[in-house]
């Protein structure tokens, strides 16, 4: 099973295309998050939030307990520019030496690079947004 990290904008159709693959950085989740730890911004991993409709696709791949749907807190929402900051670190941190967290180092920072235009748009229509993890 692949996990895939996305990007979920608040609202039925933010009137751009959200879609960023993001296996690899499901994959390296946690180099990423030391990464980040070290650049003194927040992990993405912190930006993740599970909504209904999320979690129903998890319990859907077998990845959830359907207990859980009953004691979900609600959405929490993000600025785009709280997700750019620690984006923008950590391609700062790649762009020039993305093979430090190795052979997938490329693949890595180009994603990030799609997570950056992504909450660009966001940010320029003032919308929210959150993490979310599918595994497929």
């Known amino acids: 099973m692949a996990a895939s990290m996305y990007i ?12 960023v693959n993001g296996r690899a950085l499901a994959r390296n989740e946690d180099a990423l998050e030391k990464l980040a730890l070290r650049l003194g911004v927040r992990p993405l991993i912190e930006f993740f939030s599970a909504d209904e409709n999320s ?3 998890l319990i859907e791949e077998g990845a959830g307990n359907r207990e859980l749907m009953h004691r ?4 929490q929402w993000y600025t785009a520019s709280d997700g750019l900051a620690s984006v923008e670190a950590l391609i700062g941190a790649l762009e020039h030496e993305p093979q430090q967290l190795g052979s997938e180092g490329e693949q890595i920072l180009g994603e990030l690079l799609e997570y950056r235009q992504v909450l660009g748009k966001t940010r320029q229509r003032e919308m929210r947004w959150h993490l979310a993890v599918s595994w497929r």
């Open 72 to 75: 979900l807190p609600p959405p």
């Open 8 to 19: 979920v904008v608040e609202g039925e159709d933010p009137g751009f295309d959200i879609f």
């Open 55 to 57: 979690m129903s696709l």
